[in-house]
């Protein structure tokens, strides 16, 4: 099974300011990688797919980068619906997905 | 408007059977592969079982494997998850998912997710 880790495990952010959340395979899953933001009492929501395309509507300010086993998720200038829990998905093995544990950005 | 609405959710005692439901409206249903993604109260996700559009390719996650059992309805549309041999640690809201494709892997669209809660 493919181990997936992310970090920091809590990101403590100022409005405005750049956030930078990370996410590690434990073997290489290519690009095939997802982010997902998820807010109290809601489902998550797809972000990003293939480690660097944005899903629909979602704002440029997201971005990702990465491919193998590191990956990158981005935010240039957060905004207040912007803090959240974000978790980064492997799909490298249809249909075998595994999640990291999440990372919880907050205000600062 | 792509919509997934699950249902068949509740307070069963362990050892018992669930079987959960989820309705699909807004998009051709039998185009895509379909997935169950479920999450501890205040936890992560966990990937629990997906099914390709004809049904042909199935899996699941090690911790249901044997006891849980995914399916699907084209003509109507539905989703479906057996859960038997129901244990605590199975408490979760549990998502209907949408695949973006026949075999991709991740997931474009979720429904509002349905707690089983597991206890004696």
């Known amino acids: 099974e493919i181990v997936m880790t992310q970090s920091p495990a809590t990101l403590s952010v100022s409005p405005g300011e750049r956030a930078t959340l990370s996410c590690r395979a434990s073997?290489?899953?290519?690009?095939?990688l997802a982010w997902y933001q998820q807010k109290p009492g809601q489902a998550p929501r797809l972000l990003m797919y293939?480690?660097?395309t944005r899903a629909t509507g979602i704002p440029a300010r997201f971005s990702g980068s990465g491919s193998g086993t590191e990956f990158t998720l981005t935010i240039s200038s957060l905004q207040s619906e912007d803090f959240a829990i974000y978790y980064c998905q492997q799909y490298n093995k249809w249909p075998w997905g595994t999640f990291g544990q999440g990372t919880r950005v907050e205000v600062k | 408007e792509v919509q997934l609405v699950e249902s068949g959710g509740g307070s069963v005692q362990p050892g018992r059977s669930l079987r959960l439901s989820c309705a699909a409206s807004?998009?051709?249903?039998?185009?895509?592969?379909m997935h169950w993604v479920r999450q501890v109260p205040g936890k992560g996700l966990e990937w629990v079982a997906g099914i390709s559009w004809s049904s042909r390719d199935i899996g699941y996650a090690d911790s249901v494997k044997g006891r849980f059992t995914i399916s699907r309805d084209n003509a109507n549309k539905s989703l479906h998850l057996q859960m038997n041999s129901l244990r605590a640690d199975d408490t979760a809201f549990y998502y209907c998912?949408?695949?973006?494709?026949?075999?991709?892997?991740?997931?474009?669209?979720w429904g509002q997710g349905t707690l089983v809660s597991v206890s004696s």
């Open positions: 998912a949408k695949d973006p494709g026949w075999y991709t892997g991740y997931f474009d669209c």
């Open positions: 073997q290489s899953v290519s690009s095939n």
């Open positions: 293939g480690a660097s």
């Open positions: 807004g998009f051709t249903f039998d185009d895509y592969a």
